[in-house]
Structure formats: structure tokens, C-alpha cells
T-cell receptor
Framework: DTAVSQTPKYLVTQMGNDKSIKCEQN?????MYWYKQDSKKFLKIMFS???????INETVPNRFSPKSPDKAHLNLHINSLELGDSAVYFC?????????????FGPGTRLTVL | GNSVTQMEGPVTLSEEAFLTINCTYT??????LFWYVQYPGEGLQLLLK???ADDKGSNKGFEATYRKETTSFHLEKGSVQVSDSAVYFC????????????WGLGTSLAVNP
């Protein structure tokens, strides 16, 4: 009965490859997010979707493309991976009707680009 | 604009010591304030929150009071445990800020037995 789940938990890949990370929430929330956390624990918002509509799109290279097939899922596809993409990527969800501030986070996907 | 400033870590304490992690903010209007905790190898989880001035959030022995006059939301615990070792993030939510949660840089806490 995990609230926000991500797969895979670990991802090791070569530079130049394309990879995807999947996220699912079973909380009935209407908003989902992708965050990137670097090695210094700095947390940066990348994208946010509300009811499958993109509402936050920070300055992220267009090699990163989020896709929300329905409001319970938000996937992240990354093309042409670079060394600097190595980080932990967190998915989160929230319910806008209750203010939208409370974020429920997934366990993270540790991406290592070699 | 909106911003959050946290004290830099790492903070290292002995078990049962008193903890304070400072957090100050800059915001227009009346933001909500939060502390999130990230245990090793896990995602962030909400620790406590306060939605208006003078509110005190509390959870698991941690407390923080929303002080509008000093624009602060310092996290305190009277007696830390080894299991409190984690990274603590202060965050601010301003409804008019395009639904963004503004994060501090995080403060790493290590508690030694």
C-alpha cells in the first residue's frame, strides 16, 4: 500500500543512453512532481503536472521529457544522458484542494551516469 | 521574491543534546512554513508545519514556531536520539507563487551515541 512509488530504485547507465523513470501514486492526488537532488542534497523542482496538465516547467534541458498518462502516473524520460544528470530523482504528489503545499515523496531513483 | 535560508550543516550532536536548526524566510503575504525530514536512503517526509503567525508545529518531539516579526521558523528538539540523524529541510509555500514549494538547502544532522 505504498503511497508514492518509483521504479527503478537504482539506475546505472552509460553516457548517451536514453532511460525512463516511472512514478505512481495511489493517494488520489491531482498534482505530481519531479525533483532532482544533487550530491549536496540540494533539492530542485523540475516539473509539475496537475490533472495531466503541465503547470511547472523549470529551466531543465529539453532532454528531459515528462509524461503523465493519467493523474496517478508521472514518468520521466531522459535522452542522451550526461554525467551531470547523475543525481537522485524524487517523484512527489499533492492535492491542490488542500492547499497543495503538502508533498508526499517517493523513495527516490538514484541515477548514475558513467 | 520568496526565499528560505537555513543554517549550514553538518550539525553533530551527542545523544540527549538540545537541537536548534535555524530557518529564516523572505516572502510576500502570508506563507505557510514547513519542516521536512529525509532519513538516509529515503524520500522526504513532512515533519511539521505552521500556516499562520504564532502557530507552533510539533511532531516526534520536534517543535517550530512561526514568528512573523523575525521571519523565522527555527526547528528545536529538547533531547535528540541517534534515530534523528537525517537531513532537515525548511520550506515555504506561498499560494500566489505558482504553487511552488520554496526549499532551504537542507541541514544534515548526525547524532552520536
Amino acid at each position: 500500500d505504498t503511497a508514492v512509488s518509483q521504479t527503478p530504485k537504482y539506475l546505472v547507465t552509460q553516457m548517451g543512453n536514453d532511460k525512463s523513470i516511472k512514478c505512481e501514486q495511489n493517494l488520489g492526488h491531482d498534482t505530481m512532481y519531479w525533483y532532482k537532488q544533487d550530491s549536496k542534497k540540494f533539492l530542485k523542482i523540475m516539473f509539475s503536472y496537475n490533472n495531466k496538465e503541465l503547470i511547472i516547467n523549470e529551466t531543465v534541458p529539453n532532454r528531459f521529457s515528462p509524461k503523465s498518462p493519467d493523474k496517478a502516473h508521472l514518468n520521466l524520460h531522459i535522452n542522451s544522458l550526461e554525467l551531470g544528470d547523475s543525481a537522485v530523482y524524487f517523484c512527489a504528489s499533492s492535492q491542490e484542494a488542500s492547499g497543495g503545499a503538502l508533498r508526499f515523496f517517493g523513495p527516490g531513483t538514484r541515477l548514475t551516469v558513467l | 521574491g520568496n526565499s528560505v535560508t537555513q543554517m549550514e550543516g553538518p550539525v553533530t550532536l551527542s545523544e540527549e543534546a538540545f537541537l536548534t536548526i535555524n530557518c529564516t524566510y523572505t516572502a510576500t503575504g502570508y506563507p505557510s512554513l514547513f519542516w521536512y525530514v529525509q532519513y538516509p536512503g529515503e524520500g522526504l517526509q513532512l515533519l511539521l508545519k505552521a500556516t499562520k503567525a504564532d502557530d507552533k508545529g510539533s511532531n516526534k518531539g520536534f517543535e517550530a514556531t512561526y514568528r512573523k516579526e523575525t521571519t523565522s521558523f527555527h526547528l528545536e528538539k529538547g533531547s535528540v536520539q541517534v534515530s534523528d540523524s537525517a537531513v532537515y529541510f525548511c520550506a515555504l509555500y506561498n499560494a500566489g507563487n505558482n504553487r511552488k514549494l520554496i526549499w532551504g538547502l537542507g541541514t544534515s544532522l548526525a547524532v552520536n551515541p
